[in-house]
């Protein structure tokens, strides 16, 4: 059987203008490979500019690598068209209420992945988004609400439902719960695992924080000057790291205390 994810020998280059001539391409990510099967958890760390976000962007589909392919089920990601991408692959975005349209209902925004993806109905997608509502914790009554009449935890909520009416196989998040306080941020990360458990969705975090990876990871993915140096089980890099970066991120002071789940995954 194929895994869920195979990522293979992806890099991507960028090419920095230099006036008004394209410069010397620059590599973000050198040919990486790695593979996750259905339902696990990927946590991705590493340096500030040392290739997560390109990782994430990628696979999301938001950027195109320079070289490799992605599978998943062993159908090639890149090869599919946008719409039958994001019915597998959706991502969550780093600042939910800059994310959300200020000027359109919470249940409006939930209905349009539903009109461009699905062949759905109106009253049909009406009900999908009354379901997704309370898989978040959200209530029927959001519907109509306006994204500033919610809290930074309603809004991230919000922004999972978005990510998973589609119901995707994998959900990327880029750093996605960085800005928020420290006790919500457990409810969310909270609410992502119990997801993961009904869904069986896969997750991939772009996280700095040791804490929540070692809490919610299966399997964690280093990064270092845009070079997978490690990438193993959360257990193996915990108790057997290789790479003294491994140690340094996975040991560092906790940058986050938040009282998360009693059952971690380490
Ligand atoms: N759109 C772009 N155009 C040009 N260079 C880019 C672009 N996006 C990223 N880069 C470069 O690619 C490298 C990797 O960037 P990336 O954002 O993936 O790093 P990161 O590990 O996610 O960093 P951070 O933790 O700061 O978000 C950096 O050197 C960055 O400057």
């Given at each position: 059987?194929?895994?869920?994810?195979?990522?293979?020998?992806?890099?991507?280059?960028?090419?920095?203008?230099?006036?008004?001539?394209?410069?010397?391409?620059?590599?973000?990510?050198?040919?990486?490979?790695?593979?996750?099967?259905?339902?696990?958890?990927?946590?991705i760390?590493?340096?500030?500019?040392?290739?997560k976000s390109t990782i994430a962007k990628i696979i999301a589909?938001a950027?195109?690598?320079?070289?490799?392919?992605?599978?998943?089920?062993?159908?090639?990601?890149?090869?599919?068209?946008?719409?039958?991408?994001?019915?597998?692959?959706?991502m969550?975005?780093?600042?939910?209420?800059?994310?959300?349209?200020?000027?359109?209902?919470?249940?409006?925004?939930?209905?349009?992945?539903?009109?461009?993806?699905?062949?759905?109905?109106?009253?049909?997608?009406?009900?999908?988004?009354?379901?997704?509502?309370?898989?978040?914790?959200?209530?029927?009554?959001?519907?109509?609400?306006?994204?500033?009449?919610?809290?930074?935890?309603?809004?991230?909520?919000?922004?999972?439902?978005?990510?998973?009416?589609?119901?995707?196989?994998?959900?990327v998040a880029d750093?996605?719960?960085?800005?928020?306080?420290?006790?919500?941020?457990?409810?969310?990360?909270?609410?992502?695992?119990?997801?993961?458990?009904?869904?069986?969705?896969?997750?991939i975090f772009v996280?700095?924080?040791?804490?929540?990876?070692?809490?919610?990871?299966?399997?964690?993915?280093?990064?270092?000057?845009?070079?997978?140096?490690?990438?193993?089980?959360?257990?193996?890099?915990?108790?057997?790291?290789?790479?003294?970066?491994?140690?340094?991120?996975?040991?560092?002071?906790?940058?986050?205390?938040?009282?998360?789940?009693?059952?971690?995954?380490?």
């Open positions: 059987m194929s895994k869920l994810l195979e990522v293979h020998e992806v890099s991507k280059y960028y090419v920095h203008k230099d006036g008004w001539m394209p410069g010397k391409p620059v590599c973000a990510l050198e040919p990486v490979s790695f593979s996750l099967e259905r339902g696990e958890t990927l946590a760390m590493g340096e500030t500019g040392s290739g589909g950027e195109r690598p320079s070289s490799g392919d992605i599978f998943l089920n062993g159908q090639s990601l890149t090869r599919m068209s946008d719409r039958q991408r994001c019915r597998h692959v959706r969550i975005f780093q600042d939910s209420l800059r994310s959300l349209n200020p000027q359109i209902t919470v249940g409006k925004q939930l209905c349009e992945p539903l009109i461009f993806n699905t062949d759905l109905n109106y009253p049909q997608q009406k009900e999908r988004v009354h379901q997704v509502l309370s898989q978040v914790g959200l209530l029927p009554d959001h519907y109509d609400f306006y994204p500033h009449m919610l809290s930074s935890g309603q809004q991230q909520r919000v922004a999972i439902a978005r990510a998973i009416v589609l119901e995707p196989q994998i959900v750093e996605a719960f960085v800005a928020l306080d420290p006790s919500i941020r457990a409810q969310i990360i909270n609410l992502i695992l119990d997801l993961q458990e009904d869904m069986g969705i896969s997750f996280s700095h924080s040791a804490e929540i990876v070692k809490h919610v990871s299966d399997k964690i993915l280093i990064m270092h000057r845009g070079k997978m140096i490690e990438f193993g089980t959360t257990k193996a890099l915990i108790n057997h790291p290789e790479e003294q970066l491994t140690k340094t991120l996975l040991h560092s002071e906790h940058k986050y205390k938040v009282p998360l789940h009693s059952t971690t995954k380490e």
